[in-house]
Structure formats: structure tokens, C-alpha cells
């Protein structure tokens, strides 16, 4: 009897040790894959596997879609269509350290979204992302009935499924306005905001047009408060503009309905010493930096938007695209895009590097 006691409790104990040792390898296999349900303290971005942190790799399975196919790409990204001659930058695919991106798939994406209204909100690197997003949809669903209004703002309805996909320029997200003294860039004010009500997903981006002086600067003096100034530090100015965006968000936005991303700061490649490369720039560039860290380090504005996120109450998910993007200093236009003549290095060639941006959009959500 003592025996056969022994015997069923060691059987009982074996079992028990095997469906721990199952509950402990889901685990693991559940922590591998990026978790994008948990917060990071602070830095409000994508968690679990970070998925900022890798390098560049050739995949031959890229580009997701030609530009000649895809009718959302205006002449400024068409870097094919105006004469770039080489092809190996749409070649590369961004590899986290620690996981794997999942593809892109438009259909599971319109599908996921169906009925709902998603806006990009911002300067035209938005419309760089917008154009980017439309184009990798399109070439899953290319059968897909869609109508496009190109007035203000513009958008595109995937009309099988519902969903229609807009973009509000806004080089500020604050307000530009004109007052008697002239054009009057306003850090307290966000009337634009009254757009971007009744959306399910709203991505921000700003900075680019924070650093522009003389004959680009667009505004003539800037408003804070009662105060006007003929200019002021850039960085203070953005940081004072970027917390009016941060309290519209918690002021108008209902999580339950809305997810909320911020666009991090995109980099620019005029300045080659900042790749140990003092004469050149983006022109002529035909592959990544090797490695995960650039040797300027961050822009910043990105410790701005880092820090003015994390005091943001309501959840706002960092795209935190800065460090990837600047080890793409092949990727700009240059000299081959349809509408800005001499060298770009702010924007983005399509296809090219906000398809990545897109994917990290779709592996957050």
C-alpha cells in the first residue's frame, strides 16, 4: 500500500514537473516575440523586444512595391522615375536584435481597421510615411476599389473595406497665423486640432521646420503667451510647442477609441562629418553604416520629445525611428527627386525607408 502511495506521487510529481516546464517554454516563446501591450516607464514606446535596436541587412525579397506601380507616389520621392541609377538601397531590411519584424500584410491591415479613419499629422515627412503606407496596402490588395480626395486634408478610402487613411499637413502642429505685426508662430495655440477629432489612429511628427532661418523660416515672430519674440532658442520654442500637442492629447483624446503614435525625429545626411565622412554628403551615397550606432548620436530634439512624452498621462507610443534612420544615408533623394532641385537629404526615396517606418507602424499595433 506504501508502495503504490510512493509510486502515484512520484507519477503525480513527474507530471506536475512537465507541464511546468511546457507553462515555462510558452513563456519564453510569448517573450520572444516583441510584446507591444507593455509600456516602458518614461519612453512610452514599443516594448518587450525593442524593436529600434538592430542593423540594416540585404533582403532580395525588397523592395515591398515599385513606385511605377503604385499611384499614390508623387514626383519628390520618386527617385526612380527621376534618374537615380542605382538600386541596391531598395534592397535592405531592418533586423531587430532581439526578434523578427513581422511582413507587412495591407490585407490583415485593412482588415484589422476596417471602418476606421487613421490620420498622419505633420510636415511632409508625414506625407513621405502617408504615400509610403498607401503604396505597401495597394500592393497586397492592388485589386482594391479606392477613391482619393486630394483636397485638404488629403485621403484615400479603401472602399471594400472601409477605411480611409488621411494626412493633415501641419509643419508645427501649433498654429501659424497672421496677426498685424505679420506671420505669428504661435507655441500656445492648436486650433488645427479641431481636425483630428473622431479619428481611431493619429501619427505626429514635427521638427524639420523648427531649425529653418532666413528666407525658409515661414513665420516672422514667435508667440508665447502675452509675449512676442523675434526669435528664440529652437529648441526652447519646440519644447513649448510640443507640450501644448502633449496637453491637446490629454484633452481630446479617448484612448479606448484612439491609439495615438509620435513619429520620432527622421534624420538629415548634409553633414557627413557626422558619419566620420567631413566632404560628403547624402549625394552619392549607395549603402548603409555597418553597426546599430551612429556616430553623431541622437539629434536634441529627440531628448525633447522623449521627455515631454513620458509626462503624457494618456498612452502615446514612440516610433522611435531616429537611430535606424540615421544609419540610412543612402536612402534621401539627392539629386533625383521630381520636384526639389539640387540635393535632398531631408526626405525619403519610395520605396525606401518609411516602408520600415510602416512596418514598425504595423508590428505596434
Known amino acids: 500500500m506504501v508502495y503504490h502511495f510512493q509510486a502515484f506521487i512520484s507519477r503525480f510529481l513527474q507530471v506536475l514537473l512537465v507541464l511546468l516546464l511546457l507553462s515555462l517554454e510558452q513563456q519564453v516563446s510569448a517573450e520572444q516575440i516583441y510584446n507591444v501591450s507593455t509600456l516602458l516607464r518614461g519612453r512610452k514606446q514599443v516594448s518587450g523586444c525593442n524593436l529600434f535596436q538592430g542593423k540594416w541587412v540585404l533582403d532580395p525579397s525588397y523592395p515591398f512595391y515599385d513606385s511605377s506601380n503604385c499611384p499614390f507616389v508623387e514626383p519628390e520621392f520618386d527617385c526612380q522615375k ?18 523578427d519584424l513581422p511582413r507587412f500584410d495591407g490585407n490583415q491591415f485593412l482588415k484589422r481597421w476596417s471602418g476606421k479613419k487613421i490620420m498622419l499629422v505633420g510636415d511632409s515627412l508625414s506625407q513621405n510615411m502617408w504615400e509610403s503606407l498607401l503604396c505597401m496596402i495597394y500592393a497586397s490588395v492592388p485589386n482594391a476599389k479606392y477613391s482619393w480626395k486630394k483636397d485638404l486634408p488629403s485621403s484615400v478610402t479603401f472602399q471594400d473595406y472601409g477605411v480611409t487613411i488621411l494626412v493633415y499637413r501641419t509643419t508645427f502642429l501649433v498654429d501659424l497665423v497672421k496677426e498685424d505685426v505679420g506671420r505669428v508662430l504661435n507655441l500656445g495655440s492648436i486650433q488645427g486640432g479641431n481636425a483630428w477629432r473622431g479619428m481611431d489612429m493619429l501619427i505626429f511628427n514635427t521638427w524639420h521646420w523648427w531649425t529653418h532661418t532666413g528666407q525658409s523660416q515661414p513665420w516672422d515672430y514667435i508667440r508665447d503667451g502675452a509675449n512676442l519674440y523675434k526669435d528664440m532658442d529652437r529648441l526652447t520654442a519646440f519644447n513649448k510647442g510640443l507640450n501644448t500637442w502633449a496637453n491637446w492629447v490629454e484633452l481630446n483624446v479617448d484612448p479606448t477609441k484612439t491609439k495615438v503614435f509620435f513619429q520620432g525625429i527622421s534624420p538629415t545626411h548634409y553633414q557627413g562629418r557626422e558619419w566620420n565622412d567631413p566632404k560628403k554628403t547624402c549625394s552619392g551615397q549607395a549603402e548603409p553604416l ?4 551612429y556616430p553623431a548620436g541622437a539629434p536634441p530634439a529627440t531628448a525633447v520629445v522623449n521627455n515631454v512624452i513620458s509626462k503624457i498621462k494618456k498612452p ?13 544615408k543612402d536612402a534621401h533623394p539627392s539629386a533625383y527627386s521630381g520636384e526639389h532641385s539640387g540635393n535632398d537629404c531631408s526626405h525619403w526615396c519610395l520605396p525606401g525607408l518609411p516602408d520600415t517606418w510602416n512596418q514598425l507602424l504595423y508590428a505596434a499595433l
Open 82 to 99: 527621376y534618374g537615380r541609377p542605382d538600386k541596391q538601397y531598395l534592397k535592405y531590411a531592418w533586423k531587430p536584435d532581439s526578434c
Open 290 to 293: 555597418s553597426g546599430s550606432t
Open 316 to 328: 502615446v507610443y514612440l516610433l522611435d525611428i531616429t537611430t535606424l534612420s540615421q544609419l540610412r
